[in-house]
């Protein structure tokens, strides 16, 4: 496994987006830093962590092919990794939040943000964000973040945690490139951790305007699909709507 330990950087998927640029990087290279100043979140937010108390990395991947699997089938099966990992260390209801937020007894412990960039008409280079909140005890005005230390009551090893998730990414994909599980395999174990799945929810749309619904699935396109008090179903994308809790 290659590892590169870097002390302050603007962000890990940019720098190893660059180093990739300038020569072959073999995959699962992974960049981690100990302080993140411009780390990139979901909806253009900025991922903010305490400087020594988290894990703030990102991962390589080369040549994915989209022309055998769709490329959002890695949206997938990042988080659903980092919770098989997470399961072991004495957190409870661990959820994936759509579409990526990695959740805790209902806090937000996690972020990844996905980058593709074309090599090739049918592959990609695909940079994985990932935020995790590990051995950090204050949030002032998040009162829906907390870390692995709070939730758990022990202080974990980042470095240990680190290898423990990139190589169950690594054991996933290469089980999903070789067929030995196929992309409906990750599918329905990420709507097995999917927040909020089949429960009635409030949601809020661009406009500020509050609805229920029940999500239903997050289809292959990677949109939220939820089910209106009218019984109609309708497909919502990443900017569209918020789910309240």
Same mark, same amino acid.
């Given at each position: 496994?290659n590892?590169?330990?870097l002390n302050a950087?603007?962000?890990?998927n940019?720098f190893?987006k660059?180093?990739s640029?300038?020569?072959?990087?073999?995959?699962f290279t992974?960049v981690?830093?100990?302080?993140?100043?411009?780390g990139?979140?979901?909806?253009?937010?900025?991922?903010m962590v305490?400087e020594?108390k988290n894990l703030?990395?990102?991962?390589?991947i080369n040549d994915?092919?989209i022309q055998?699997?769709?490329p959002?089938?890695?949206?997938i099966l990042?988080p659903?990794?980092i919770?098989?990992?997470l399961?072991?260390?004495?957190?409870?209801?661990? +959820?994936i939040?759509?579409p990526?937020?990695i959740l805790?007894e209902n #806090? /937000?412990?996690g972020? $990844?943000?996905?980058e593709?960039t074309?090599?090739?008409i049918?592959?990609i280079?695909v940079?994985?964000g990932?935020?995790?909140?590990v051995?950090q005890t204050?949030?002032d005005?998040?009162?829906k973040?907390?870390?692995?230390?709070?939730?758990?009551?022990?202080?974990?090893n980042?470095?240990?945690?680190?290898e423990?998730?990139?190589?169950q990414i690594e054991?996933?994909y290469?089980?999903?490139?070789?067929?030995l599980?196929?992309e409906?395999y990750?599918?329905?174990v990420y709507?097995?951790?999917l927040?909020r +799945?089949?429960i009635p929810?409030?949601?809020?749309d661009?406009?500020? #305007? /509050?609805?229920?619904g $029940?999500i239903?699935?997050v289809t292959t396109?990677?949109?939220?699909?939820?089910?209106?008090?009218d019984?109609?179903?309708?497909?919502?994308?990443?900017?569209?709507?918020?789910l309240l809790?």
């Amino acid at each position: 496994m290659n590892i590169i330990k870097l002390n302050a950087i603007p962000s890990t998927n940019t720098f190893l987006k660059d180093l990739s640029a300038t020569k072959k990087v073999e995959n699962f290279t992974t960049v981690v830093a100990e302080n993140q100043t411009k780390g990139k979140g979901q909806r253009g937010n900025v991922w903010m962590v305490e400087e020594g108390k988290n894990l703030t990395f990102s991962t390589l991947i080369n040549d994915f092919s989209i022309q055998k699997f769709n490329p959002f089938v890695l949206n997938i099966l990042v988080p659903v990794s980092i919770v098989q990992v997470l399961e072991k260390y004495d957190l409870h209801n661990l +959820k994936i939040k759509w579409p990526n937020d990695i959740l805790a007894e209902n #806090k /937000k412990i996690g972020g $990844i943000l996905i980058e593709n960039t074309f090599k090739q008409i049918d592959k990609i280079e695909v940079i994985i964000g990932i935020g995790l909140n590990v051995n950090q005890t204050s949030f002032d005005d998040l009162p829906k973040a907390s870390s692995i230390l709070l939730l758990s009551g022990q202080f974990k090893n980042k470095e240990e945690l680190l290898e423990k998730i990139v190589q169950q990414i690594e054991v996933n994909y290469n089980q999903l490139v070789d067929g030995l599980k196929t992309e409906k395999y990750f599918w329905e174990v990420y709507h097995q951790y999917l927040f909020r +799945k089949d429960i009635p929810s409030v949601f809020q749309d661009v406009t500020q #305007k /509050k609805f229920q619904g $029940i999500i239903s699935k997050v289809t292959t396109e990677g949109k939220l699909e939820v089910l209106l008090e009218d019984d109609s179903f309708q497909q919502f994308d990443i900017k569209e709507v918020t789910l309240l809790y």
